[in-house]
C-alpha cells in the first residue's frame, strides 16, 4: 500500500507562509507531479512528505498513520534527488546495495534484490563499474534503483532528471512511466517542466505561491483550467490572452467583442457580466491562417521553423505577446502581416478575478476517443 494523505499542512519560515493549508489526496499506485514555478513551494512540500522538513501545521498521513513526527527511515519512502548523491569510491552494485546492508540483510539477499533490481534498469552489465565510468542517465538509475530496492511505499522524486541534457531528459522519462507501470508503485515526483508533468502523471498538482492552483489529469488541466495561472502554465507554447468586453449572454454561451469583431464563445455564463471586461484564451496550436470565427491580423517579429511546426511570435495592439503554432511550410514571414483564425469552440474565457468560465467540453473522450469499426 502507497496512500499519502495530506490535512491542511502548512509551513512558515518565522512569518512568511510557505505552504498554504494543503490538502491532497495521492491514491496507491498513483504517479502524481507536482508543478509550478520556482519558488512556489513544492520542494519543500516534498521534503515534508520524505521528513526531511518539519510541518508548521496539518498532517501528514501515509497508510492511515499519522507521520509527523516520525523520521524519514521510518515512514515507508524513498526519495531520489536532483544531484545522484552516489559514493564514487563504491561499485553500482556497492551504492545500490548500501541501504541494504544498513538494514543488515544477509549477503544472499542482498544479492537477489541488488540483481532484481539491476535487471529492471538495465545496468545487471554495470554492477562492477564505478560511477566515474557511467553516463548521467546510468547515474541516475543507479540512484533510483537504491530507492528501489529499499520497496518503500512511495517513492518521491526531487526533479531528478534537470540535470540531464534534453535528449537524455526524454529518454529517462520513459524509463520512469514505464518503471511506475512495471512496479505499480504510488510515485509523487516534482518538476518546474510542464511537459514532464503531462507526459508521466496520472494527476498533476499545480501550485503557485504555496497554494493548490488546480489538481487534475493532464488533458483535464489542458482543455479545462480553472483560472488564468493554470491556463497559462500548462502548455507549450504558452496560451496567448486577449481582452475583450462581454457584449451578450444566452443560454448557449457568452458573446464577446475584439477590436469590433464579435465571437460567441460556448461556456456556462454568468450574472451580471455584459459590459464586463473579460480575459479570452486561445491556445497557439489552436490558430489558423486559414478560417475562424474570430480573425485578426498580426506581423511576426521572430519565426522558428522547426521541421513539423513553425512558431510565430507578434505583438498585439494592446502591446501583448502573442504566438501561433502553426504547421511546418506555414507561407509566413517576418515583418510581414499574416491572418490569424480564431474558432470558438477552441477559446477559454475568464472572468475580472482570473476564474474560468466552465467549457463545454468533455475532456475524457478527447483523452480516449471512440473507435468505431470501419
Not at 119 to 126: F, G, H, T, V
Request: hydrophobic share 45%; aromatic share 6%.
Amino acid at each position: 500500500m502507497g496512500q499519502l494523505y495530506l490535512d491542511k499542512v502548512q509551513k512558515f519560515y518565522g512569518d512568511f507562509e510557505v505552504l498554504k493549508s494543503i490538502g491532497l489526496e495521492v491514491k496507491d499506485g498513483e504517479f502524481v507531479v507536482f508543478v509550478g514555478p520556482s519558488g512556489c513551494g513544492k520542494s519543500t512540500l516534498l521534503r515534508m512528505i520524505a521528513g526531511l522538513d518539519s510541518t508548521s501545521a496539518g498532517d501528514i498521513v501515509i497508510d492511515g498513520v499519522r507521520v509527523n513526527d516520525k523520521p524519514p527511515v521510518q515512514r515507508g519512502i524513498a526519495m531520489v534527488f536532483q544531484s545522484y548523491a552516489l559514493y564514487p569510491h563504491m561499485t553500482v552494485f556497492e551504492n545500490i546495495a548500501f541501504p541494504l546492508r544498513v538494514e543488515k540483510l544477509p549477503e544472499e539477499k542482498i544479492r537477489e534484490k541488488v540483481g532484481a533490481v539491476a535487471k529492471i534498469l538495465q545496468l545487471d552489465k554495470r554492477l562492477q563499474q564505478k560511477p566515474g565510468m557511467l553516463s548521467g542517465g546510468q547515474r541516475q538509475r543507479v540512484a533510483i534503483g537504491r530507492a528501489i530496492v529499499r520497496e518503500p511505499k512511495i517513492f518521491l522524486f526531487d526533479e531528478p532528471l534537470s540535470n540531464l541534457d534534453a535528449a537524455l531528459r526524454a529518454d529517462m522519462r520513459i524509463e520512469l512511466s514505464k518503471l511506475h507501470r512495471d512496479l505499480k508503485a504510488t510515485m509523487i515526483y516534482v518538476t518546474h517542466d510542464q511537459v514532464e508533468a503531462m507526459t508521466m502523471a496520472d494527476r498533476i498538482v499545480v501550485l503557485n505561491a504555496g497554494d493548490i492552483a488546480q489538481v487534475g489529469a493532464p488533458l483535464e488541466l489542458y482543455h479545462k483550467p480553472q483560472n488564468l495561472f493554470v491556463a497559462g502554465f500548462i502548455g507549450n507554447p504558452k496560451m496567448n490572452f486577449l481582452p475583450v468586453t462581454c457584449e451578450a449572454v444566452d443560454a448557449g454561451g457568452i458573446t464577446v467583442s475584439f477590436e469590433g469583431q464579435r465571437i460567441a464563445v460556448p461556456v456556462t455564463p454568468r450574472d451580471g457580466i455584459v459590459g464586463k471586461t473579460l480575459t479570452l484564451g486561445i491556445r497557439p496550436e489552436h490558430i489558423s491562417l486559414i478560417s475562424g470565427d474570430l480573425r485578426i491580423t498580426v506581423t511576426p517579429s521572430v519565426i522558428e521553423r522547426l521541421g513539423v511546426n513553425t512558431v510565430a511570435y507578434a505583438s498585439l495592439s494592446s502591446g501583448e505577446g502573442f504566438c501561433s503554432l502553426l504547421p511546418g511550410s506555414a507561407p509566413i514571414r517576418v515583418d510581414e502581416p499574416m491572418p490569424a483564425g480564431i474558432r470558438a469552440a477552441d477559446c477559454h474565457l475568464f472572468d475580472a478575478n482570473g476564474i474560468a468560465f466552465e467549457r463545454h467540453v468533455d475532456w475524457q473522450k478527447l483523452e480516449m476517443p471512440e473507435v468505431t469499426a470501419a
